[in-house]
Nanobody, 123 residues
Framework: QVQLVESGGGLVQPGGSLKLSCAAS????????MSWYRQAPGKEREFVAD????????NYRGFVKGRFTISRDNAARTVYLQMNSLKPEDTAIYYC????????????????WGQGTQVTVSS
């Protein structure tokens, strides 16, 4: 059974920092591209960042560049999102997503989501 479990969310003041974690089980973690998405109340879920299987290629949405850092530890089967200089508009539920890489035979049908962790930025 595949499980992605996010943790690390919470309430933080504007300008503060949080580090999210997503621990995976039931998959060969090192074969999966990992992503972070977020969904604010009343809005569509949106892409935040992703990282390839080895950590060599990373992409960010423009609104988080320079503030958020995605990383992964394949030995620990965990992907992280370090979030600095948080703003009220970063308030959302943050989800991690695992997609089997095409390098390892992925064809878009091995996709898994975590249950999300709430991040609230407020004074």
């Amino acid at each position: 059974q595949v499980q992605l479990v996010e943790s690390g969310g919470g309430l933080v003041q504007p300008g503060g920092s949080l580090k999210l974690s997503c621990a995976a089980s039931g998959i060969t973690f090192s074969s999966y591209t990992m992503s972070w998405y977020r969904q604010a109340p009343g809005k569509e879920r949106e892409f935040v960042a992703d990282i390839d299987t080895t950590g060599s290629y990373i992409n960010y949405r423009g609104f988080v560049k320079g503030r958020f850092t995605i990383s992964r530890d394949n030995a620990a089967r965990t992907v992280y999102l370090q979030m600095n200089s948080l703003k009220p508009e970063d308030t959302a539920i943050y989800y991690c997503k695992a997609v089997l890489s095409a390098i390892f035979g992925g064809k878009g049908d091995n996709i898994y989501w975590g249950q999300g962790t709430q991040v609230t930025v407020s004074s």
